[in-house]
């Protein structure tokens, strides 16, 4: 996807009642984006000619989107609730660099961590591409529990990173997709940050 058609934008906080109309043929957990409890952001096409000519609450405009709250248990950590790519825009790091954005935003608000849990090993990766680190924790929908600091990417630790895929790998139910794609990370080191956009 070229990265010069897309933008980025906070639609709103949770106190603002942000919602979004995704297409549930297209995007993952899409009708977690119609409740208003949580606040919104999104990576949207745009006309690619260096303006912001996209409309980033137009639905059918929508690439990636997000959605996020503080944290029930510690006020000072952001929760990224959902964050859902289209079907078919996966695998440019849009994920990735709309976790980076939602982040600075978050920072901006005066959170101090973002944090978010994972159920499979492409949302990982992607996740350790924005800055997040895996924290050793598991949450009860069997999601390994990922931070970073608000202000900046989390430190690098190889070690925590490769326990987190081998978590994955002893699962039984794994598409054969992300099987080949645990082999092919057997011993590598984390991926390269993605750059944080800038955005409305």
Known sequence: MDESAVGYALLGWPADGPTLRLDHRRFAYAGKFVMSATGKAVAYRTSGDGEDSGDPSDPEAVLAAAAFDADRTDAGTCKIRYLTVRQDAR??????????FVAARAADRGFEQVAIGVNNAFSYEALHKAGFRWTGETSGLAELVLARPADRPAAVHPEAYRAGLDRFRERDDLAAAEREFLGGRRGADPPALVECPSGL
């Not at 695998?91 to 980076?100: S, T, Y």
């Open 91 to 100: 695998g440019g790091g849009l994920g990735a660099r709309l976790a980076r």
